[in-house]
């Protein structure tokens, strides 16, 4: 049996160790006893705060139950936030406002000021998060002076052929700071992005900068074979690899996340939400069992993990993420050995893109609204909303200024969250969707367990097949009117017009200028390039970590270089059909 068959019996064992402490809270009375004192002194401890109107709320939301088997149920099936097993939140306190002074309307009508004992926390200083996309030549390892990409410089993404581009590309930010963190939305060529980083950070602010390097690569080659297809390697070098690159950073770099597990890449490749689900934590768990091979303890790379998952309309999306954060936990927890910290589900969540339709666009707020509340009722750590005149052009100025205020109307203008950690948690239909959601999940993994695991059942073309599959079906549904999508299959205007939109594109100026660069950039280091290219070589060869050797070569060597050294040595990805 693989990890992830054993991860299936841990969920199943710890969810009869709940049933079983339920009937113990029923049947021994010292134990409900017990149970009931502790339960009272939580709900003791729970601050009050008040809206603006004056309406005292709880800190957080608790069920009004005071019966020993419910408590149980909930104390050790769900869990507080911020307690194993994670259902209500990976921390104790999210998206909640400071306790302050704040304006209610007393009942004679006057407004006065409520005067509360406790020291008025301040707001902390906001951390400046820069996510960086790349453009197509970047993402498959391929300079801006190939046969053929030249169209494709700087369109949708950013051009990064060298680690001068690097320097350029984040000049003005101090990559050391507490407040800054960089986010790269990169798989394939990952490594050598991740050591271009590493090498501009020190160019500019010396060796020590490193362990103070905050951020996030992506480098999830799973979802690339299964939805993506920006693989640049066969894919055990390319786990080598990324296990080189998780290794270093591990150890050298304690603030940075080496891996996002992804599964919004499977949503947007038309995977439905349990499938998205499933394969995203699978993966995970499958990287996990990788590290510890490698020999990384799993509370040094645990709480260096991170998820990224899509979040549409479905009805899953009430709980996808909740019954995610929950199976992670007790996977790591009894399957690998994980401490607390390594147990977190950190979740990064995206709205919708595929969700977006050209036809009556402006629908598109609305779409992307919806998917927020539900992303922040599944407790998501962090979250982008997407613009909704994506599907015409990189997104323009308007609409993202829109899409980000759609995050802070809901939790900054509105009272949804901010006053209250638990607010929409719990109803009969929430927790009639974990269940099913939980069991759905559980049965794919029995199904790539039996087919192998992981790593067997990408060979086998298992999850990509099955996310084909699911898009032709959701594809049919809007086709055949069964899935309504309001403005094109429901409630249309009678007009096909396309409204006026301004495309983005890169001047013609701007990409020949790179070539240039890159071209001076190659003729400066000619000679240490080759030099740099055969002591990587070697290191791979040799089977030792090459991310050392990696890091010396991009001071020298353009991603182009280096991507194809590194192909004559293990060769070329083969694209799945």
Known sequence: MSKLGQVVESVETYNQFVLDQVKRARSDE??????????????????????PTGLPLPRLALPEIDEPGEIARFLLGEGLPGEFPFLNGAYREMYLEPVREVESFEKD????????????????????????????PTLYGIDSDADGVFGKIGEGGVAIDTVEDMVRLYDGFDLGSANFSASMTISGPAPIIMAMYIAAAKRRFG??????????????????VQAQNETIFPIEPSLRFLTDMVEFTTREMPRWYPISISGYHIGEAGSTPV????????????????????GIPVDQFGPRLSFFLDCGLDVEYIALARVSRRIWAIGMRDVFGAGPKAQLYKLHTQTSGRSLIAAEFKNNLTRTAAELILAYMNATNSCHSNSADEPFTTP????????????????????????????????????????????????????????????AAVEDRYQRSQI??????????????????????????????????????????????QVERLAKFKKKNA????????????????????????????????????????QEVVGRFRPMV
């Not at 409900?32 to 008040?50: S, V």
């Not at 929409?424 to 929430?430: A, D, H, R, T, V």
């Not at 899935?483 to 299959?489: C, D, T």
């Open 275 to 294: 499938q998205q689900a499933a394969y995203t934590l699978s993966n995970g768990f499958a990287y996990a069992e990788m590290f510890a091979a490698r």
């Open 527 to 566: 000679d240490k390039s080759k030099r740099a290219l055969d002591k990587l070589a070697a290191a791979v060869e040799s089977g030792k970590n090459c991310f050392p050797e990696l890091l010396e070569a991009v001071e020298v060597c353009s991603l182009g270089q280096i991507t194809g050294r590194l």
């Open 207 to 224: 060796p020590s900068v490193v362990p103070k390097l905050r951020g996030t690569i992506q480098a999830d080659i799973f979802k690339e």
């Open 30 to 51: 010292k134990f409900g006893r017990d149970l009931l004192g502790r339960w009272n002194d939580i709900k003791a401890k729970i601050p009050t705060t008040r809206a």
């Open 396 to 455: 323009s100025e308007e609409w993202i200024r829109l899409a980000a205020h759609g995050q802070a109307i809901l939790l900054e203008e509105s009272g949804i969250f901010k006053h209250t950690m638990n607010m929409l948690s719990g109803s009969p239909g929430m927790k009639a969707v974990e269940r099913a959601v939980e069991a759905a999940i559980l049965e794919e993994f029995r199904e790539i367990e039996r087919l192998g695991g992981v790593l």
């Open 109 to 136: 009508g006057e407004t006065k000021k409520r005067k509360t004992d406790k020291k008025i926390p301040q707001a902390e200083e906001r951390t400046h998060r820069l996510s960086t996309a790349f453009d197509g």
């Open 468 to 513: 084909q599959n699911a898009s032709h079906r959701y594809e049919q549904q809007i086709n055949d009117g069964v899935r309504p999508i309001i403005g094109l299959n429901r409630y249309r205007n009678g007009s096909d017009d396309m409204p006026e939109v301004k495309l983005a594109r890169t001047p013609r100026k701007k990409q020949q200028l």
